[in-house]
């Protein structure tokens, strides 16, 4: 492993994802697309030409015409595989590696050394809805990706692509001969399938926008052949490629043509159709069912990507149990996984993953104490936890990695500005409310208490690492006073009941839900002095722990009072805004704002105030240029008037983070990114991960 270490400074201007964008769009043949300018701990995984085929044995005599033939020798195989899977090939029940395998695959470097084959990664899920933790180990296989350090974006399931000097036209040139998990060939058909019969299907897809859509279209694929695919959008789309080395990046491979068109309404036999809407127990029609088994239901913690283990993918693994029904998740190795080491060994090493399910997150830390997780940092890996790991670190077998965040918050206070009560509405959209809130909130002793000490009060705003830092954005209302927060919150609520406590204007007690989930330990530590600082500035805040799922779902109805979640984007600022504006689903201060955003019909009568519609339009405009120093200027914008509008409020600046790695659990990067838009440690590569048993 490498042992450089990389500084904050060091790490990431990730505004250079404009300049990424820019660069695309200014040359019709591009080399990799540069990202975020970040340091250097590993090199990228450069695809590298496979290894050269051995040569091919040589012609036997003819036989004498009294004598039976010699038999000639088999050909020997250019690539290696995994023992298993020969024993599967020696029996009949698998072709050979070469056949199973593109006429070019990928070829991964390891991060230390080539492997070995065989063992289980065990690891776990936490709580209904962990698909993230799925997307991040398994699911990380695009048309393009990140490079280990989150510098560069490099072509994966794309051998090349090319792009045209308007950022509207997209060439992408597949893997001949690559394959999906059950053998059938992975071509430009699957991409157009996805484009036209599902982003732009109607009933599937009724509302227009997010990272595909472009001029109020969504981009529309054409086959050139089997193995290109050309993608053309209505108006300028300068984030395109870098939008999909994102998880955005899953939907264009993830839908086989063959496979999908079972349960789709323009190919399936109606008859049938009506016989798996009944036989999968669907309460709807065919959308309901596609949805169930092939992509997700909205609202639901159903997923069709983990839940119908019967869906083909390309990813390392294959899971053989499905996900989401409070059991461990098991994955297979996927005999047609299209990559190899550069000694022509097909990946992955290791034979599979075990996903335990964990209902408690302290049972886990413990079982993570106890060198029963080989690779894990999500939900273990709290301040709290680690003077326990350290301790039994020896006995454990384990050691540590370092993350480096891209969050700016350990806590944010969304209060809902779109509730539907419309006077708890009038209430939260009221920015002496929010100041108030946050003045009366002693993030010091907060930092002390649930981080050991470990960050500084900060707000949601960029990093101090980011191009795009604002010291006022940052650091206004941080301040404990409550003297202030009195003077604030009585501009808004002025009256009290016997107890002291706010009440509304009509009288009634002001009374908020603050809904937290229970995969978030230090914030589930802080909920109730949080509630003791706002109780003494007389607002009845009470925090409720739940399930994860349920919260969502309560989120995306815009059905809650006030929730809690981290704080994304503090690095990659430009591709990650969701604290900035209404900018997505996970924009949880204004979801439904978020809706009317993106033409989801959900939000078709909640027009937003007038400050976020402006905010909408210059990330429009932002998207739909070139120019890198445009783009920059645009965000900027943004994020003044996010200054001026304080939509949520931030507790604490992260500071690096960690995992725990088994001593024996090989070719994990010591030091690696951490975000949801770079889902470690997907980009580290899990198929070069070895057990040295």
């Given at each position: 492993?490498?042992?450089?270490?990389?500084?904050?400074?060091?790490?990431?201007?990730?505004?250079?994802?404009?300049?990424?964008?820019?660069?695309?769009?200014?040359?019709?043949?591009?080399?990799?697309?540069?990202?975020?300018?970040?340091?250097?701990?590993?090199?990228?995984?450069?695809?590298?030409?496979?290894?050269?085929?051995?040569?091919?044995?040589?012609?036997?005599?003819?036989?004498?015409?009294?004598?039976?033939?010699?038999?000639?020798?088999?050909?020997?195989?250019?690539?290696k595989e995994a023992p298993m899977l020969a024993e599967l090939v020696k029996a009949g029940k698998l072709p050979a590696v070469d056949q199973r395998l593109p006429v070019s695959p990928?070829?991964?470097?390891?991060?230390?050394?080539?492997?070995?084959?065989?063992?289980?990664?065990?690891?776990?899920?936490?709580?209904?809805?962990?698909?993230?933790?799925?997307?991040?180990?398994?699911?990380?296989?695009?048309?393009?990706?990140?490079?280990?350090?989150?510098?560069?974006?490099?072509?994966?399931?794309?051998?090349?692509?090319?792009?045209?000097?308007?950022?509207?036209?997209?060439?992408?040139?597949?893997?001949?001969?690559?394959?999906?998990?059950?053998?059938?060939?992975?071509?430009?058909?699957?991409?157009?399938?996805?484009?036209?019969?599902?982003?732009?299907?109607?009933?599937?897809?009724?509302?227009?926008?997010?990272?595909?859509?472009?001029?109020?279209?969504?981009?529309?694929?054409?086959?050139?052949?089997?193995?290109?695919?050309?993608?053309?959008?209505?108006?300028?789309?300068?984030?395109?490629?870098?939008?999909?080395?994102?998880?955005?990046?899953?939907?264009?491979?993830?839908?086989?043509?063959?496979?999908?068109?079972?349960?789709?309404?323009?190919?399936?036999?109606?008859?049938?159709?009506?016989?798996?809407?009944?036989?999968?127990?669907?309460?709807?029609?065919?959308?309901?069912?596609?949805?169930?088994?092939?992509?997700?239901?909205?609202?639901?913690?159903?997923?069709?990507?983990?839940?119908?283990?019967?869906?083909?993918?390309?990813?390392?693994?294959?899971?053989?149990?499905?996900?989401?029904?409070?059991?461990?998740?098991?994955?297979?190795?996927?005999?047609?996984?299209?990559?190899?080491?550069?000694?022509?060994?097909?990946?992955?090493?290791?034979?599979?993953?075990?996903?335990?399910?964990?209902?408690?997150?302290?049972?886990?830390?413990?079982?993570?104490?106890?060198?029963?997780?080989?690779?894990?940092?999500?939900?273990?890996?709290?301040?709290?936890?680690?003077?326990?790991?350290?301790?039994?670190?020896?006995?454990?077998?384990?050691?540590?990695?370092?993350?480096?965040?891209?969050?700016?918050?350990?806590?944010?206070?969304?209060?809902?500005?779109?509730?539907?009560?419309?006077?708890?509405?009038?209430?939260?959209?009221?920015?002496?409310?929010?100041?108030?809130?946050?003045?009366?909130?002693?993030?010091?002793?907060?930092?002390?208490?649930?981080?050991?000490?470990?960050?500084?009060?900060?707000?949601?705003?960029?990093?101090?690492?980011?191009?795009?830092?604002?010291?006022?954005?940052?650091?206004?209302?941080?301040?404990?006073?409550?003297?202030?927060?009195?003077?604030?919150?009585?501009?808004?609520?002025?009256?009290?009941?016997?107890?002291?406590?706010?009440?509304?204007?009509?009288?009634?007690?002001?009374?908020?839900?603050?809904?937290?989930?229970?995969?978030?330990?230090?914030?589930?530590?802080?909920?109730?002095?949080?509630?003791?600082?706002?109780?003494?500035?007389?607002?009845?805040?009470?925090?409720?722990?739940?399930?994860?799922?349920?919260?969502?779902?309560?989120?995306?109805?815009?059905?809650?009072?006030?929730?809690?979640?981290?704080?994304?984007?503090?690095?990659?600022?430009?591709?990650?805004?969701?604290?900035?504006?209404?900018?997505?689903?996970?924009?949880?201060?204004?979801?439904?704002?978020?809706?009317?955003?993106?033409?989801?019909?959900?939000?078709?009568?909640?027009?937003?105030?007038?400050?976020?519609?402006?905010?909408?339009?210059?990330?429009?405009?932002?998207?739909?240029?070139?120019?890198?120093?445009?783009?920059?200027?645009?965000?900027?914008?943004?994020?003044?008037?996010?200054?001026?509008?304080?939509?949520a409020i931030g507790i604490a600046l992260p500071t690096n983070g960690y995992g725990i790695v088994k001593n024996n659990f090989k070719n994990v990067m010591k030091i690696m990114p951490?975000?949801?838009?770079?889902?470690?440690?997907?980009?580290?590569?899990?198929?070069?991960?070895?057990?040295?048993?």
């Amino acid at each position: 492993m490498s042992t450089r270490n990389l500084t904050r400074r060091e790490f990431i201007r990730l505004g250079g994802v404009a300049a990424a964008a820019a660069s695309l769009a200014a040359c019709a043949q591009p080399t990799p697309t540069p990202a975020p300018k970040a340091p250097a701990a590993t090199k990228a995984p450069e695809p590298t030409k496979a290894p050269a085929p051995t040569a091919a044995p040589a012609a036997t005599k003819a036989p004498e015409p009294t004598k039976a033939p010699a038999p000639t020798a088999a050909p020997a195989a250019k690539y290696k595989e995994a023992p298993m899977l020969a024993e599967l090939v020696k029996a009949g029940k698998l072709p050979a590696v070469d056949q199973r395998l593109p006429v070019s695959p990928l070829v991964l470097k390891p991060h230390d050394k080539i492997g070995k084959y065989g063992g289980t990664w065990r690891t776990a899920l936490r709580g209904g809805q962990d698909d993230a933790w799925l997307t991040r180990t398994v699911g990380y296989d695009y048309l393009v990706r990140w490079d280990r350090d989150w510098t560069t974006v490099i072509p994966c399931v794309a051998e090349s692509y090319t792009a045209n000097a308007e950022a509207t036209e997209y060439t992408f040139k597949l893997r001949k001969g690559m394959k999906w998990s059950d053998g059938k060939p992975f071509t430009a058909d699957d991409i157009v399938f996805w484009a036209t019969d599902i982003l732009n299907n109607k009933d599937l897809t009724p509302a227009v926008g997010g990272s595909w859509a472009a001029g109020g279209k969504y981009l529309a694929a054409t086959k050139v052949d089997e193995t290109t695919v050309t993608i053309k959008f209505a108006a300028p789309n300068g984030l395109y490629i870098v939008r999909n080395a994102t998880p955005d990046g899953q939907a264009p491979v993830q839908y086989q043509a063959a496979y999908c068109k079972q349960f789709h309404k323009t190919y399936a036999d109606p008859a049938k159709l009506d016989q798996l809407i009944k036989d999968n127990k669907i309460d709807g029609d065919w959308v309901k069912l596609f949805q169930t088994k092939i992509s997700s239901v909205p609202g639901t913690p159903i997923n069709g990507r983990w839940m119908n283990i019967d869906l083909p993918v390309i990813s390392a693994w294959v899971l053989t149990t499905p996900s989401g029904v409070q059991q461990p998740v098991k994955a297979a190795r996927n005999p047609y996984y299209w990559k190899v080491d550069p000694d022509g060994n097909q990946l992955p090493y290791l034979d599979g993953i075990f996903f335990d399910y964990a209902t408690d997150l302290q049972a886990l830390a413990l079982k993570a104490a106890a060198g029963e997780i080989d690779m894990m940092d999500r939900h273990i890996a709290t301040n709290a936890n680690k003077p326990v790991f350290v301790d039994n670190m020896q006995k454990g077998g384990y050691g540590f990695f370092e993350t480096i965040p891209s969050s700016m918050n350990n806590m944010i206070i969304s209060f809902n500005l779109v509730h539907k009560d419309k006077a708890k509405r009038a209430v939260f959209q009221d920015i002496n409310f929010r100041i108030g809130v946050s003045h009366a909130i002693n993030r010091k002793e907060l930092i002390d208490v649930v981080w050991v000490g470990q960050g500084e009060p900060y707000q949601c705003a960029p990093r101090p690492t980011s191009p795009y830092y604002n010291e006022k954005l940052a650091k206004q209302y941080t301040e404990f006073d409550v003297k202030k927060a009195n003077e604030y919150l009585d501009k808004v609520l002025p009256k009290k009941d016997a107890k002291g406590m706010r009440t509304m204007p009509d009288g009634s007690p002001l009374s908020i839900i603050w809904e937290i989930s229970d995969t978030r330990a230090d914030t589930v530590k802080a909920g109730p002095i949080v509630q003791k600082y706002l109780a003494a500035v007389g607002v009845d805040m009470q925090p409720k722990v739940m399930d994860r799922a349920l919260m969502y779902t309560h989120k995306d109805a815009g059905e809650f009072d006030a929730m809690d979640w981290g704080g994304d984007g503090g690095l990659d600022v430009v591709l990650e805004p969701r604290w900035y504006f209404p900018y997505s689903g996970e924009s949880q201060f204004a979801v439904f704002w978020n809706y009317w955003y993106n033409k989801d019909p959900r939000g078709k009568d909640e027009e937003p105030l007038a400050a976020p519609k402006k905010q909408m339009e210059l990330y429009d405009q932002l998207k739909a240029t070139g120019d890198a120093k445009k783009q920059e200027d645009l965000m900027k914008q943004i994020l003044q008037i996010a200054q001026e509008q304080f939509y949520a409020i931030g507790i604490a600046l992260p500071t690096n983070g960690y995992g725990i790695v088994k001593n024996n659990f090989k070719n994990v990067m010591k030091i690696m990114p951490g975000a949801w838009l770079f889902p470690n440690p997907g980009p580290s590569d899990p198929p070069q991960y070895y057990i040295d048993a």
